[in-house]
């Protein structure tokens, strides 16, 4: 399928997310749930909870380690790789998963799926630990084109909603920068200049207008967020220690992260503009990679 159907199929899809089929009237949203990975006796496991901090739950899932929660737009399904680079597909409230095989891909590192764009995935080059390359695959797995190929680590890629573009992460000598790319002609362009050399973990907005990012500061990881499109950086959050793995809630009316407390790692959120900080997470257990996804029906 060429690059042209695929676009096509994106306009469709986000026509159908806003309700703007004519003569229809969109569905209510389903209420959001968070899943992320807690660490038990050594062992790491996926839970679920609401925004509010309540109703925490095991899921009850088989694979071991599970890392990296992505949720799929759209979807009561999410992405997670294991501790081995392996991918795997979970749709709540199911037991299962279901592995997720990409052609001639052994250790995957990160991804980002959209149903109509395809998966994006940040994989070791061939025999070698200190490159990262980024490959779109079709949304059926089948269908795969190289992205980003320089030699340097080329990480934590996004899709920008409603934008034929991506966002990632490129380490090179110290450095780790936020790079945005065209899908049609993926020459990156680095975000926020040298000033902001120590950024990672980006995060677009359900709109694809702001991004929540994090920066090493000389006090730790902090929280920011800034325009996409351009403009001033602002910081958000600066907890005791660090914070890593932003994403946002269905509506985009919060960024849920994860934050040192001073002895663990644990979920919380925060409004755009630095309101309404709480606690999603209980303490006494490190809890890491936060998604939000809408809620299974019963």
């Keep these: 399928m060429n690059l042209t159907r695929w ?10 997310r806003a309700g703007g089929q004519p003569g229809r009237t969109a569905a209510a949203p389903a209420s959001p749930s968070v899943a992320y990975a807690r660490c038990s ?12 901090g309540q109703d925490h739950r095991p899921a009850p899932l088989s694979v071991d380690d599970p890392r990296t929660l992505r949720a799929v737009p759209g979807a009561s399904r999410l992405l997670f790789r294991d501790n081995q680079g392996r991918l795997f597909q979970w749709d709540p409230p199911q037991t299962q998963t279901v592995p997720v095989r990409l052609p001639d891909v052994e250790v995957i590192k990160d991804f980002d799926l959209d149903p109509a764009r395809g998966c994006l995935v940040a994989t070791y080059a061939p025999n070698a630990l200190d490159n990262i ?30 934008q034929s573009a991506f966002l990632f992460v490129k380490a090179h000598q110290g450095r780790s920068q936020i790079c945005r790319a065209s899908f049609e002609q993926p020459r990156p362009r680095i975000l926020f200049g040298d000033a902001f050399a120590t950024a990672t973990d980006p995060a677009p ?3 694809g207008r702001r991004i929540a990012f994090c920066r090493e500061t000389p006090n730790g990881i902090d929280l920011w967020i800034a325009p996409i499109e351009g403009g001033s950086p602002s910081a958000l959050y600066a907890g005791p220690g660090l914070e ?20 663990h790692f ?9 309101a309404d900080f709480r606690w ?19």
Aim: with cysteine.
């Design 7 to 16: 676009i096509s199929l994106l306009l469709l899809l986000e026509l159908v």
């Design 133 to 162: 390359r980024i490959w779109w695959f079709s949304p059926d797995y089948q269908e795969k084109r190289l992205l980003i190929a320089d030699p340097h680590l080329n990480e934590m890629p996004r899709w920008i909603p409603g």
């Design 41 to 52: 006796n050594g062992s790491w496991q996926i839970w679920t909870s609401n925004l509010e």
């Design 244 to 263: 890593a793995e932003p994403c946002w809630s269905l509506d985009g009316q919060f960024i849920v992260f994860a934050s040192w407390d001073g002895l």
């Design 205 to 207: 907005d359900p709109a």
């Design 266 to 274: 644990r979920i919380a959120r925060i409004r755009p503009d630095g």
């Design 280 to 298: 999603i997470s209980p303490p006494g257990a490190d809890c890491r990679y936060p998604a939000v996804f809408p809620s299974p029906n019963p």
